[in-house]
Nanobody, 117 residues
Framework: QVQLVESGGGLVQPGGSLRLSCAAS????????MGWYRQAPGSQRELVAA???????NYADSVKGRFTISRDNAKNTVYLQMNSLKPEDTAVYYC???????????WGQGTQVTVAS
């Protein structure tokens, strides 16, 4: 019903920057939230940032001040600008879409972000 395609992952040095993009297609309408989750090896998937169709944002404490989530509703695309990257940011990052009227989640395939020297 909703398809998500991510891009922008890669290898970056500590202190560097990276921007992730997620393009959504399918049954998209207002009243939704898109976000980024990440999962490091041996750990649970955690919320990084989320943004509602109206623009309200949430961030994990670990990324506040460093990451910025934004979206272009006309393009059905969400972005995650990641600055001042740290090795502990290394993880697979997943794009997520959720209707506000449903608990169903839609996930992208994930994109690897590696922060290392």
């Amino acid at each position: 019903q909703v398809q998500l395609v991510e891009s922008g992952g890669g290898l970056v040095q500590p202190g560097g920057s990276l921007r992730l993009s997620c393009a959504a297609s399918g049954s998209i309408f207002r009243g939704n939230v898109m976000g980024w989750y990440r999962q490091a090896p041996g750990s649970q998937r955690e919320l990084v940032a989320a943004i509602r169709s109206g623009g309200t944002t949430n961030y994990a404490d670990s990324v506040k001040g460093r990451f910025t989530i934004s979206r272009d509703n006309a393009k059905n695309t969400v972005y995650l600008q990641m600055n001042s990257l740290k090795p502990e940011d290394t993880a697979v990052y997943y794009c997520n879409f959720k209707y506000l009227t449903s608990q169903n989640d839609y996930w992208g395939q994930g994109t690897q972000v590696t922060v290392a020297s």
